[in-house]
């Protein structure tokens, strides 16, 4: 038996995306964002209204930056999620976060968090609330790599569910992508 639930936003996993950006004086801004993910190969898609202080920095500096969040920086990521940088002009700073800028993109990497896209606003639709980047570089920490690649474990990136509002921690390998399936050739 199923149940019915409507039309929903639910999704699993639900990435935890920290999206970055400067304004017009060159002071960064971030937001949480869960309404987001690879849009083709090389551009991702983001929902956030055009209300958010991010939304008008990226539309007036055309460029951002979109961090994992991390069960490391779990609380300073979910503040700048409820925090409103029109409200708090030191929200950035409160969180515990600090910048530098990204060397292909004019936007701000956080330092505390290990991994990032570098991005180029292709667009926005005011309408739909919908951010198109195209990504243009993919920076991360050292000490979150093993043998030159990223590693989740070390990542520790956060998911979001949005049934129950919780953060969850990804969790074991359970399998390899393109050849578990290969057992039913």
Known sequence: MRKNFGSKSWLYPMPVLIIAAYDKEGKPNAMNAAWGGIFTDDHIGICISEGHK??????????????MATVEQLTAC????????????????????????????????????PMTLECEMVS?????????????????????????KIDYRKLCPITYDPINHHYIELGEVVGNAFSGGRKLK
């Open 78 to 113: 979910d503040y700048v999620g409820i925090v409103s940088g029109n409200k708090e002009s030191d929200k950035f700073a409160k969180a515990g976060f600090t910048a530098v800028r990204s060397e292909v993109v004019n936007a701000p990497i956080i330092n505390e968090l």
């Open 124 to 148: 926005y639709d005011e309408e739909s609330n919908h951010l198109v980047g195209r990504i243009v570089n993919v920076s991360a920490d050292e000490r979150v790599l093993t043998d030159g």
């Open 54 to 67: 991010t939304t008008k920095n990226i539309l007036e500096t055309r460029a951002f930056t979109v961090s």
